[in-house]
């Protein structure tokens, strides 16, 4: 029988960054199976632009280091690319040019409850902070979800494979243990 925790069309990624108070960057990539079961961890050694790279960069360094450097260092360790990646910041959008996975922005508790239609969609184009990618915004079951609008075919492969799931699975708690199990190296590392 085949080992279908490896199967990348049923786990789910899970990405976020982490700003600490020296400014540093921590990023971690949690892959679950849709049980909720973690598969692979990964978190990066600190980031910390220098000056140059904020003056040169100017709003576009946010994108850069939550996708571009953080996001695709963490991607690279992966043994399977999940189906879908998730993140709960807007700049690790920045990613998604970098790999075949849809990576989809969660939405806020906040931003689900403004628009409680379950089939509401927000197509208006809207600027992540920092940055210049517009988003096509969807719901899916009770979630506010975000993807850039250069890959807006990622909602549909999203709705497709998540539908089943979207009632049923925190798209949240995820981002809780990522930052725990972040805070626990760092700590270890002391």
């Given amino acids: 029988m085949p080992d279908t925790t490896k199967n990348a069309n049923s786990n789910l990624g899970f990405l976020t960054v982490c700003e600490q108070e020296d400014q540093s960057l921590f990023g971690g990539l949690l892959v679950l199976n849709v049980s909720g079961r973690p598969l692979e961890f990964h978190c990066t050694a ?7 790279q904020e003056i040169l960069y100017g ?6 280091l939550y996708g571009e450097q953080i996001g695709r260092a963490l991607m690279e360790r992966l043994s399977a690319v999940p189906a879908v990646v998730f993140t709960d910041v807007e700049p690790v ?7 075949k996975a849809p990576v989809v ?19 208006a184009p809207h600027p992540t902070p920092g940055g210049s990618m517009r988003l096509q ?10 993807v850039p609008q250069a890959h807006a075919e990622d909602e549909s492969r999203v709705v497709s494979h998540w539908q089943s799931h979207a009632d049923d ?12 199990a972040i805070e626990e190296a760092r700590r270890s590392a002391r």
Avoid at 105 to 123: C, F, L, Q
Avoid at 169 to 180: A, H, K, M, V
């Fill in 46 to 52: 600190p980031v910390r632009p220098n000056r140059a």
């Fill in 59 to 64: 709003p576009t360094l946010r994108p850069y």
């Fill in 93 to 99: 959008l920045a990613l998604r040019p970098l790999t």
């Fill in 105 to 123: 922005y969660v939405g806020t508790e906040t931003e689900s409850k403004a628009n409680p239609e379950g089939t509401a969609r927000i197509d």
């Fill in 137 to 146: 915004r969807f719901r899916l079951g009770s979630w506010q979800l975000a």
């Fill in 169 to 180: 699975f925190d798209l949240i708690e995820p981002f809780g243990r990522i930052r725990e």
